[in-house]
């Protein structure tokens, strides 16, 4: 009983969850049943899993789910699972550890949830073909350096949907404005640059730019800098949260960059902006 191979690689250990990143894949296996494959456990963390052959059951806390090839399910920790495959019909999948301080925020935009576990994807060839590309690029440890947050994102897009295909001026079934304010949405507190984010969509910053302009009438930076900004005066108004605090969690590489930014927007220091 429990028969089966797997493998798997790490992301490269330059990226850490203590650097406070919102949502990235830490981890990326490939596991093949012979058929006789039945396990139980208390999960520890979140991961999706995605079938890719034969059929079987996934349990969680007492709830079934019938799971065939073409379907992905996701533990969350916590969660009490029981999941085994048929043996006239093994499982062979493909499964991700996703760590990060907003998973569970990310895997809620895309609809997988705790009482919503469990999903076909409507583009399984796809997101099949990404996964193994992330695989290669852990294996090889040769991947760049914001792509396990990317190779997150990508994933939860093919998994909610999303991601099925691209045409001028959009990604994914989104426009490309829409697809960059999911991103900044979701990595606020990550930092991350206009050419990084532009990277991350595959697309080139003039792309970016001139999309951007079109739908919203202004520059990406530009929005990017008064989404963060409105952010830390929702921040400052409704937290205790120190204005350190507030510039890290709005992205602002320093605090002193923040105040000159906040200053020019509404005329006071974050300071004196909270006790008026």
Same mark, same amino acid.
């Given at each position: 009983?429990?028969?089966?191979?797997?493998?798997?690689?790490?992301?490269?250990?330059?990226?850490?969850e203590s650097d406070g990143w919102s949502v990235f894949i830490s981890y990326i296996g490939?596991?093949?049943?012979?058929?006789?494959?039945?396990?139980?456990?208390?999960?520890?963390?979140y991961s999706v899993h995605f079938v890719l052959k034969g059929r079987g059951i996934f349990q969680r806390n007492g709830r079934k789910y019938e799971v065939k090839a073409g379907d992905a399910y996701t533990f969350f920790p916590g969660d009490h699972i029981v999941y085994y495959d048929f043996p006239e019909s093994p499982w062979e999948y493909i499964w991700f550890r996703l760590d990060g301080k907003n998973v569970e925020r990310a895997l809620d935009a895309t609809g997988i949830t705790r009482s919503k576990p469990h999903?076909? @994807?409507? &583009?399984?060839?796809?997101?099949? $073909?990404?996964?193994? #590309?992330? /695989?290669?690029?852990?294996?090889?440890?040769?991947?760049?350096?914001?792509?396990?947050?990317?190779?997150?994102?990508?994933?939860?897009?093919?998994?909610?949907?999303?991601?099925?295909?691209?045409?001028?001026?959009?990604?994914?079934?989104?426009?490309?404005?829409?697809?960059?304010?999911?991103?900044?949405?979701?990595?606020?507190?990550?930092?991350?640059?206009?050419?990084?984010?532009?990277?991350?969509?595959? @697309?080139? &910053?003039?792309?970016?730019?001139? $999309?951007?302009?079109? #739908?919203? /009438?202004?520059?990406?930076?530009?929005f990017l800098e008064n989404r963060r900004i409105s952010k830390s005066a929702e921040l400052l108004s409704k937290t205790k949260l120190s204005v350190k605090e507030i510039s890290e969690a709005c992205g602002f590489s320093h605090p002193s960059h923040f105040g000159k930014v906040f200053q020019e927007h509404y005329g006071q220091s974050p300071a004196k902006w909270r006790v008026k």
């Open positions: 009983m429990n028969n089966f191979q797997q493998h798997g690689y790490p992301a490269d250990p330059r990226f850490r490939f596991f093949k049943s012979s058929g006789d494959f039945h396990w139980e456990q208390a999960s520890p963390m999903r076909a @994807i409507e &583009r399984p060839a796809m997101l099949e $073909s990404h996964l193994h #590309e992330i /695989g290669s690029l852990y294996g090889k440890r040769k991947h760049p350096p914001l792509f396990p947050m990317a190779a997150a994102c990508s994933c939860l897009d093919l998994i909610s949907g999303s991601g099925t295909g691209s045409r001028e001026g959009q990604l994914g079934g989104k426009s490309i404005a829409d697809s960059f304010i999911s991103i900044i949405e979701s990595q606020l507190d990550s930092s991350p640059s206009i050419k990084e984010i532009a990277s991350l969509m595959k @697309i080139d &910053r003039t792309t970016l730019f001139r $999309s951007f302009i079109k #739908e919203h /009438g202004i520059s990406p930076k530009r």
